[in-house]
């Protein structure tokens, strides 16, 4: 018999959820099989695979050794690892980071030390703020993600609480982004927003916009102001009112101008040889914008971080020295 005791960064999850990631050798069937048939309890007593872990929680698991025994993960790498991060803010609970174009946010087979969110970890363990032995089921992780081709703000958490609130407030959009690109052509209206209906094929990694509703289709909504132009290219701010895959490189790409660099959305055969490598695209501000504050980070209403202009790589050509942008 093995028990674990509920930590705070373990507090406030499922039964099932906890399990999952702190005996990663029990196939879930029988994790299901094992609570019904009360050979998994919490505190001695029957329990329910939705039960919420409240910190103090005993958990008895009588269960085969052979179900604990995993692969160690290489913690020497997050002390092997020299932490590069662009760090916009920090306090005890987030981080908020700005990623380069190029970078990776979380593992591929390619890459797993190279990622934003290894970086993170490491930089955590090697300050003392992360001491991955000590974790049950708990990993400093990321709160949004960016293409890999696209930069910009960032949210990690560094608690499972800060994990949980970031998370819910993402889901209920209590946060305002806004976004810098440069897209191909003189865009006529200097100000919109835009309606339309977008369709993510997940086997092709793209997304279908349509002017119309069609079954399958998640309505979208991109507003945008044009900031300045210069040629055939022109600088937009764009807020996304609704969240989409894929959505404002899709989104303006259907109106006839796709973002300069876009190779899934447009066409930048021409725009490599000019030397946009990356699409032009960039969150550059995060506001957060909470409905109540009675929670871990209430503290953070209201206040609104922004990215140096000078650390955007596509900006150059449009910034005017003395003239404001924004």
Request: glycine share 6%; with cysteine; charged share 30%.
């Amino acid at each position: 018999m093995k028990e674990f005791t509920i930590q705070k960064n373990d507090a406030g999850q499922r039964l099932d959820k906890f399990l999952s990631k702190a005996v990663k050798g029990l196939p879930t069937s029988l994790m299901y099989k094992y609570i019904r048939t009360k050979k998994i309890k919490v505190n001695r007593a029957r329990t329910q695979q939705s039960y919420m872990l409240c910190e103090g929680d005993v958990i008895q698991l009588f269960i085969r050794d052979e179900f604990f025994a995993s692969p160690k993960e290489d913690l020497g790498a997050l002390f092997r690892i020299l932490p590069k991060l662009n760090i916009v803010y920090e306090d005890e609970n987030i981080m908020l980071l700005n990623k380069r174009p190029g970078v990776l946010v979380h593992e591929d087979t390619a890459a797993a030390e190279n990622t934003l969110i290894m970086h993170v970890q490491a930089y955590l363990a090697q300050k003392g703020e992360y001491d991955p032995a000590e974790e049950q089921s708990f990993a400093p992780a990321l709160c949004n993600r960016i293409d890999r081709n696209t930069g910009g703000i960032v949210i990690a958490a560094k608690n499972a609480e800060a994990l949980r609130v970031m998370n819910e407030k993402i889901r209920n959009d209590e946060l305002s982004k806004r976004y810098l690109c440069v897209v191909h052509g003189a865009v006529k209206e200097k100000r919109a927003t835009l309606h339309g209906w977008l369709r993510k094929d997940s086997a092709r990694n793209t997304v279908e916009v349509s002017d119309t509703k069609k079954n399958g289709y998640k309505e979208i909504i991109t507003k945008y102001r044009v900031l300045r132009q210069k040629g055939e290219e022109t600088l937009l701010e764009v807020e996304l009112v609704t969240g989409r895959t894929h959505q404002i490189r899709a989104h303006l790409s259907h109106i006839g101008h796709p973002l300069v660099g876009d190779g899934k959305y447009g066409i930048n055969r021409t725009d490599r040889q000019k030397g946009y490598k990356y699409q032009a695209l960039y969150a550059y501000c995060l506001e957060f914008r909470f409905l109540d504050t009675d929670h871990a980070l209430g503290y953070l209403n209201g206040k609104s971080f922004s990215l140096d202009l000078n650390e955007i790589w596509f900006l150059k050509d449009f910034l005017r020295e003395g003239e404001k942008l924004l």
